[in-house]
């Protein structure tokens, strides 16, 4: 299974970035997608969860300012997120059915 994230960069706080996860197995569009992130010296972390039928969690931090959602006629998962802070910095991470990872892009956000 290959995941590939895109997306990330560095912005100024308050920005605001897309990031996009695609896959070609089939598999990708009949299970729960995630977003998790890495920090710098911390634990991976969930970010936000969608399902194969569209339903959503996401974590308290990111609540309210990040969307996930997903494309599954393109293999394709998203998260647009926006009002960024300097702790969002952190390699962010496509997982699919909790069990196979992309390689991750870089999120920098600068204060």
């Known amino acids: 299974v290959q995941l590939v994230e895109s997306g990330g960069g560095l912005v100024q706080a308050g920005g605001s970035l897309r990031l996009s996860c695609t896959g070609r197995?089939?598999?990708?569009?009949?299970?729960?997608l995630a977003w998790y992130r890495q920090a710098p010296g911390k634990q991976r972390e969930l970010v936000a969860v969608i399902t194969s039928s569209g339903s959503t969690n996401y974590a308290n931090t990111v609540k309210g300012r990040f969307t996930i959602s997903r494309d599954n006629a393109e293999n394709t998962m998203y998260l647009q997120m926006n009002r960024l802070t300097p702790e969002d910095t952190a390699v962010y991470y496509c997982?699919?059915?909790?069990?196979?990872w992309g390689q991750g892009t870089q999120v920098t956000v600068s204060s």
């Open positions: 997982n699919l059915a909790y069990s196979w």
């Open positions: 197995e089939t598999i990708f569009a009949v299970n729960t």
